[in-house]
């Protein structure tokens, strides 16, 4: 997955619990981003991040926090973990050629909250 | 505001047959549409991609089909095979911020 890496693929955590994802990725790229998948909602932004220390939220950011110290690692955190944050959680970094930009995307995590 | 509209959400289709995969936008401002294939445990990858300034565009089996005047496009699977079996998303993008808008996706099932 062109150098993007997520840990861990498989989650179980219990309701209230802090959990954090983390995102490395090996090409040097600027942005980084957090998606999360579900059945009929597709893909939905939940932060990015546009540099080190730099992040701004998505459209469902409710619930989660991401840091970004090092511009391989972009880590997302469930502060308190709830069961509609159950989900598979993307991390995505975009690139840029031939006039248009694009996404590749980790293999994902699941994470299931109980 | 849901900037691009999907549809179906799940498709069922004879092997040979053609999958047809349509999406409609929003927003005129977009630099071009790209289509994200994701097969089970993994993530979206890129397929094929259109600028609004071509009305088709085809990679061997696949092919975008762009209608700028009604802001829709389309994906088409020729000769769909059991391997084409996926979910499918469509995006919008904006190529100024790495502005990326995702279709709610499609699930494709080819019957061998």
């Known amino acids: 997955d062109a150098g993007i890496t997520q840990s861990p693929r498989h989650k179980v955590t219990e309701t209230g619990t802090p959990v954090t994802l983390r995102c ?4 040097n790229h600027r942005y980084m981003y957090w998606y999360r998948q579900d059945p009929g909602h597709g893909l939905r932004l939940i932060h990015y991040s546009y540099g080190v220390k730099d992040t701004d939220k998505g459209e469902v950011s409710d619930g989660y926090s991401v840091s970004r110290s090092k511009t391989e690692d972009f ?5 308190s973990a709830t069961s509609s944050q159950t989900s598979v959680y993307f991390c995505a970094i975009s690139d840029t050629g031939q006039g248009r930009v694009w996404y590749t995307f980790g293999s994902g995590t699941r994470l299931t909250v109980v | 505001q849901q900037q691009v509209k999907q549809s179906p959400q799940s498709l069922i289709v004879q092997k040979g047959g053609i999958s047809i995969i349509n999406c409609a936008y929003e927003n005129t401002a977009f630099d071009y549409f790209p289509w ?17 300034d071509v009305s088709e565009k085809k990679e061997g089996r696949f092919t975008i089909s762009f209608n700028k005047s009604a802001k829709q496009f389309s994906l088409h699977i020729m000769d769909s095979q059991p391997g084409d079996s996926a979910t499918y998303f469509c995006a919008a993008v904006k190529n100024t911020g790495n502005q ?5 996706g499609t699930s494709l099932t080819v019957i061998p």
């Open chain 1, 24 to 27: 490395h990725q090996t090409e």
């Open chain 1, 75 to 79: 880590l997302l955190t469930l502060e």
């Open chain 2, 36 to 52: 994200y294939q994701q097969f089970p445990g993994k993530g979206p990858a890129l397929l094929i991609a259109i600028r609004p």
């Open chain 2, 100 to 104: 990326f808008y995702f279709g709610t």
